[in-house]
């Protein structure tokens, strides 16, 4: 179970106790930076953090500092934050936002990557003076201390100790919100429940997927990536993606398998011909390998995508391809498609995305579950037009990465309830090998499959 807390080594650039005027060191300066950005506007750490490793021309150790640095605060936020509201012994909203974001920097170097006092403290008391100011240096020093008094286990039995409720004494273990351990206690035997959120607090390793028809596995494997279980298109790839010439060009993709499984899963089960729709298709993951699937059968694929941009990433993951690529931005629930046109379709509807935290480090905080109310009525709009869409004997494939019954199950029986043409497949059938699949569908598990928490459910339209 990875937890915070293997040691790590500071980067060398300075090796000195604190002194006034003191530079704080680059790595630090970008993960403040980005975590800035993170917090206060609301900007995706994975992308601020590699435009600001090239622009800081970060490589090597010091990238892997940073990147360490940044992901790890932002995934153990909402206890440090806990944490240092008991240390500064004042609610954390009384402080300026850029103070509190370098001290949950210096928490994430003395609880999670065991800095050494010294070296954390001084560190991060250099980048308060540096960034913030020379005045709030004396309270940064004073409150990273009071946190370094115990470690990160004896902080957690402390806060552990105030909750009166199991579940919400489990959320502060394993560094997570309540709710979305509720969420996941209803889905998952009780004595699974610790190990599926330990798993959210596992980096997950890279998982390249070729391109039919252009890439093979053979080409993942000469990279030296590690075959995927199930998918015959993926492997587990330990490098840098960003940094392989095939993956920049596009004939390579970086996707998790539980999606590739998704994509796989209604290929399969196609069972007439025409063309196949993506509807809610970016940033295209599944439509390039659906794209690729279906030209091998000489189908072709329609991508549909609301947000121009996420459009316009379609097209990127699709270059490796001859064109046409059909890609066309459109509201899913407003068909610019006659009903009955296509043979199958894809509805990979947006979600609370709690089957992928542990690829987004912030998201668990950042979520509110007040968006459940809105996002299931979305669903059921965007399952109806993709069960509308397809021509009898068409297949529908309904995926979240989302493990919540309100996301998953429920918005399928809701659904199911309207239609009598409609029968449910066994993803079984189709996904032969994968275990765990009970009912007609299947809910992968980080922790269970080594994937994201992908759900699907397949239907035949007669
Ligand atoms: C879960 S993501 C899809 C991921 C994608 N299938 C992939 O594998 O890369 C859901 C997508 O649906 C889009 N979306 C949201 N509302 C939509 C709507 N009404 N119609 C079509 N797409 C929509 C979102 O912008 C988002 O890109």
Redesign the pocket.
Known sequence: VHRPGGRRQAPRHKARGPQPGARADAPRIVAFTVLRAVNGDGAYPNIELAHALRDGGLTGRDAAFTTELVNGTCRFQGTYDRILAAAAGRALGTLQPAVVDVLRLGTHQLLGMRIPLHAAVSATVDLARERVGERVTGLVNAVLRKVAGADLDAWVARLAASETEPLAALATRTHHPEWIVRAYADVLPADELEAALAANNEPATPTLVCRPGVTSLDDLLVLGAEPCEWSPFGARYAGVPSEVEDVRGARIGV?DEG?QLVALALARAVAVPGPWL??????????ALLHGLARERGESLVA????PH?ARLIDR?LAAYPPPHNVIC????RPAWLPGTFAAV?A????TGLGALRRRPESRWRRDPGVLADLVV?QR??LRTALDAVCPGGVVAYA??SPHPAETTEVVDAVLAERENVRRLRTADVLPDVPGQTGDAVQLWPHRHGTDAMFLALFAVD
């Open positions: 996707q999606s993506d509807l809610c298709a970016g940033p295209g993951g599944k439509a549909a995508e609301l947000a996420r993951a459109a509201d899913g629930t894809l990979d509807v947006p979600c979305l709009a965007l979240t990465c």
